[in-house]
């Protein structure tokens, strides 16, 4: 009788522990997939001043002594582009120290072009600090993409533009040169600057209006 007892014992134990194991078993692909599906699933798109302040904090852990040279917005298939928010955007930070450049993307989704969800690290170029664009100071930025947006669209050209032509495409671009004395939101109409035929310039400290350009 105890060794049948001891059996029976035996075999709920054993009974338990395979139970257990197949609930393990399917729970790791089960976890998988969920984060395959969190992957593919498209965060709502970011404002410029949202996406580069994360993109800035992974910046830092590359140099101390980083600094943002330009923003620029990209507009994706898989995430519609609105009212001054973009699905990606791609920020260029310079090192003096190092005397180097590298650029940081943020995207809402996977998607072509090298761009993963999250922030995603680029590699690392030369830097002399030459050129028309110069490093600007975060306290400087205190007008984000969708004010600048608001702003362009006061201008009756551009309500014009959009519409005669509802789904055209808005870039974003972030920078200071010596156009303009202050950090600068360049609002433009088209696919990319090259190819469009007219932008507005916003002031990204005070907001205030600059210039149109054709």
């Given at each position: 009788?105890?060794?049948?007892?001891?059996?029976?014992?035996?075999?709920?134990?054993?009974t338990?522990?395979?139970?257990?194991?197949a609930?393990?078993g399917?729970?790791?692909?089960?976890?998988?997939?969920?984060?395959?599906?969190?992957?593919?699933?498209?965060?709502?798109?970011?404002?410029?001043?949202?996406?580069?302040q994360?993109m800035?904090?992974?910046a830092?852990?590359?140099?101390?002594?980083?600094?943002?040279?330009?923003v620029?917005?990209?507009?994706?298939?898989?995430?519609?582009?609105e009212?001054?928010?973009?699905?990606?955007?791609?920020?260029?930070?310079?090192?003096?120290?190092?005397?180097?450049?590298?650029?940081?993307?943020w995207?809402?989704?996977?998607a072509?072009?090298?761009l993963h969800?999250g922030?995603?690290?680029g590699?690392?170029?030369?830097?002399?600090?030459?050129?028309?664009?110069r490093?600007f100071?975060?306290?400087?930025?205190?007008?984000?993409?969708?004010?600048?947006?608001?702003t362009?669209?006061?201008?009756?050209?551009?309500?014009?533009?959009?519409?005669?032509?509802?789904?055209?495409?808005v870039l974003?671009v972030?920078?200071q040169?010596?156009?303009?004395?202050d950090?600068t939101?360049r609002?433009?109409?088209?696919e990319?600057?090259?190819?469009?035929?007219?932008s507005?310039?916003?002031?990204?400290t005070?907001?205030?209006?600059?210039?149109?350009?054709h």
């Open positions: 009788m105890k060794k049948m007892l001891l059996s029976y014992r035996t075999l709920i134990a054993s338990a522990v395979a139970a257990l194991l609930l393990g399917c729970s790791e692909p089960a976890q998988k997939q969920a984060e395959r599906k969190a992957e593919m699933t498209p965060d709502p798109p970011a404002t410029g001043r949202q996406a580069f994360q800035y904090l992974s830092r852990a590359w140099s101390v002594d980083v600094q943002p040279l330009q620029q917005s990209y507009n994706l298939t898989q995430v519609k582009s009212k001054g928010r973009a699905g990606a955007w791609q920020a260029t930070f310079v090192s003096p120290s190092k005397g180097r450049q590298r650029s940081y993307s995207s809402a989704v996977e072509e072009g090298s969800k922030v995603f690290a590699s690392e170029d030369a830097w002399s600090g030459t050129g028309q664009q490093p100071l975060l306290a400087a930025l205190k007008i984000d993409s969708d004010q600048a947006y608001e362009a669209l006061k201008q009756k050209e551009s309500m014009e533009l959009l519409k005669k032509t509802p789904e055209m495409p974003f972030l920078e040169t010596n156009r303009f004395p950090l939101w609002v433009v109409f088209g990319s600057i090259s190819t469009s035929g007219y507005v310039f916003v002031d990204a005070t907001g205030q209006f600059l210039q149109k350009a």
